[in-house]
């Protein structure tokens, strides 16, 4: 078995334009495969960009033909996916989502279940907690605010996971908020905590770039500086957690 890497990539998305997203996700995930990466975590809404006003009309399935390009690099490079979307799942509202997509050519969907309080008007909430068993390493999967629950990665913890992998969509304001909660989280719960946030986003909103990942027990393994379009990697290796930051 290979040495177990996730990695995040801080890539910026343009509202609305899933076309030219794909190709920065495309690129993001030429990037990440020569250091062997067992799993790659894209931002929140990553797909679409953070833009919850557009969500109703842009809404993707596990079918849809637009994720068959990653889907099939998903294989080739023998990588996870974890891309985020708007996902329709019955409700009058689509749900923040992320989906999974597997080496095996499998797609999973994963709802945010905890909303922001701006995103009640647009979302529907997830229901269920969703983990993923990836080279020896059980991921316990989170977007945004779900981290603003205690409870959540605690359940996550509860069920054995050793990686609690968030995709985001954080402002200067909300960074200052979320990014300790997520390393308070690797410390009290021992799991390497993960944050893809997005990088030079071109839309509604803009992100504070700074995707990070801590170390079991707290301590920052690598960040990025800004919003540069970044490839940040956690390699589990015999000496421990090792971090890395590649730019884009």
Same mark, same amino acid.
């Given at each position: 078995?290979?040495?177990?890497?996730?990695?995040t990539?801080q890539?910026?998305?343009?509202r609305?334009?899933?076309s030219?997203?794909?190709?920065?996700?495309?690129?993001?995930?030429a990037?990440?495969?020569?250091?062997d990466?067992?799993?790659?975590?894209?931002p929140e809404?990553?797909?679409?960009?953070?833009?919850?006003?557009?969500?109703?009309?842009?809404?993707?399935?596990?079918?849809?033909?637009?994720?068959?390009?990653?889907?099939?690099?998903?294989?080739?490079?023998?990588?996870?996916?974890?891309?985020?979307?708007?996902?329709?799942?019955?409700?009058?509202?689509?749900?923040? @989502?992320?989906?999974?997509?597997?080496? +095996? %050519?499998?797609? $999973?969907?994963? &709802?945010k279940?905890? !909303?922001?309080a /701006?995103?009640?008007?647009?979302?529907?909430?997830?229901?269920?907690?969703?983990?993923?068993?990836v080279?020896?390493?059980?991921?316990g999967?989170?977007i945004?605010?779900?981290?603003?629950?205690?409870?959540?990665?605690?359940?996550?913890?509860?069920l054995?996971?050793?990686?609690?992998?968030?995709?985001?969509?954080?402002?200067?304001?909300?960074?200052v908020?979320?990014?300790?909660?997520?390393?308070?989280?690797?410390?009290?719960?021992?799991?390497l905590?993960?944050m893809?946030?997005?990088?030079?986003?071109?839309g509604?909103?803009?992100?504070a770039?700074?995707?990070?990942?801590w170390?079991?027990? @707290?301590?920052?393994?690598?960040?990025? +500086? %800004?919003?540069? $379009?970044?490839? &940040?990697?956690?390699? !589990?290796?015999? /000496?421990?957690?090792?971090?890395?930051?590649?730019?884009?």
């Open positions: 078995m290979r040495n177990f890497t996730i990695a990539a890539i910026g998305s343009a609305g334009d899933v030219g997203n794909l190709v920065a996700h495309a690129d993001a995930v990037a990440a495969a020569p250091y990466v067992s799993v790659l975590v894209f809404l990553s797909l679409t960009g953070y833009e919850p006003d557009l969500a109703a009309s842009l809404t993707f399935a596990a079918d849809d033909a637009r994720l068959d390009s990653l889907r099939r690099l998903a294989i080739q490079h023998r990588i996870t996916l974890i891309v985020g979307a708007p996902i329709r799942n019955g409700a009058d509202k689509p749900a923040i @989502g992320a989906f999974i997509l597997t080496p +095996d %050519g499998d797609i $999973r969907t994963y &709802l279940m905890h !909303l922001g /701006s995103e009640i008007a647009h979302f529907s909430h997830g229901a269920r907690p969703l983990t993923l068993d080279d020896g390493q059980r991921l999967i989170s945004c605010a779900d981290s603003s629950r205690e409870s959540h990665p605690k359940t996550y913890a509860d054995g996971a050793q990686v609690y992998a968030a995709g985001v969509f954080l402002t200067r304001e909300w960074y908020d979320d990014a300790p909660r997520l390393q308070k989280y690797a410390t009290k719960f021992g799991m905590a993960v893809a946030n997005q990088g030079a986003s071109t509604t909103y803009e992100s770039g700074k995707s990070a990942i170390a079991p027990g @707290g301590h920052l393994l690598v960040q990025a +500086d %800004g919003v540069e $379009r970044a490839l &940040l990697t956690a390699t !589990l290796a015999k /000496s421990g957690w090792q971090g890395n930051l590649v730019r884009m």
